[in-house]
């Protein structure tokens, strides 16, 4: 019995998220295929020199921390593994999109997935050691964070940011941004008092704090 519920449950999983499951099965092929078919690392600089950065254990906080960190792990299994990591990188970033157009209740909210997967700039950035990848992530992430009323969290991912690509800081205005219009809106039409919160705080501290501190380590 529970078995048979399990496998209706799972089909009814299915059915219901089909377009979004072809697509990323499409993702995961197509991206196989170019990472262990063919060589190349997508890019001669940086993405090399990330690789190199996240394979040496006593360099990894020193640059672009955050990507380096992460990307750690599987730099230890050659370029190969942190093509993989952005892979991953993407295929996380094209299910988020899909949830944030469920949640902005789009007609077609699997096309959002589809034009990043096979964007000609992703084939170019994903088989590689840039951080692109990674920075989509985590912004993707915090955009339905702020959607879904997690502010707190979001804004902790966005304080990261920097950390990812230096691009992050602009994105740290506009969440600065964001959120002091959200405390403006809510004084205007309610009469709530304005309160610049623990969010406000964490987007100029947190993520500097802690990347800075494991920088001595």
């Known amino acids: 019995m529970y078995i048979r519920c399990s496998i209706e449950s799972l089909y009814s999983f299915i059915k219901k998220h089909t377009h979004i499951l072809a697509i990323l099965s499409c993702t995961l092929l197509t991206y196989a295929i170019r990472i262990f078919i063919f060589d190349g690392t997508g890019d001669d600089g940086d993405s090399l020199t990330h690789f190199l950065i996240a394979n040496e254990t006593t360099q990894i906080f020193r640059w672009q921390p955050v990507y380096t960190f992460l990307a750690f792990p599987f730099a230890h299994f050659g370029f190969k ?8 990188n993407l295929v996380f970033s094209q299910s ?18 589809l ?20 920075f989509a ?9 702020y959607l879904s009323g997690w502010s707190i969290i979001a804004t902790i991912f966005i304080s990261f940011m920097p950390f990812i690509r230096s691009e992050g800081l602009i994105i740290l205005i506009l969440a600065l941004s964001y959120l002091l219009n959200q405390k403006w809106v809510l004084f205007n039409n309610w009469g709530r008092p304005w309160i610049i919160r623990d969010e406000i705080f964490l987007v100029t501290s947190y993520g500097f704090t802690v990347p800075q501190l494991m920088g001595f380590l």
């Open 96 to 113: 988020l999109l899909y949830l944030i157009a469920k949640n902005l209740r789009f007609k077609f909210n699997w096309l959002p997935s």
């Open 81 to 88: 593994g942190i093509q993989c990591f952005n892979l991953l």
């Open 115 to 134: 034009f990043l997967g096979f964007c000609l700039m992703s084939f170019k950035i994903v088989p590689s050691g840039l951080t692109e990848p990674l």
């Open 137 to 145: 992530n985590f912004l993707t992430f915090a955009i339905l964070a």
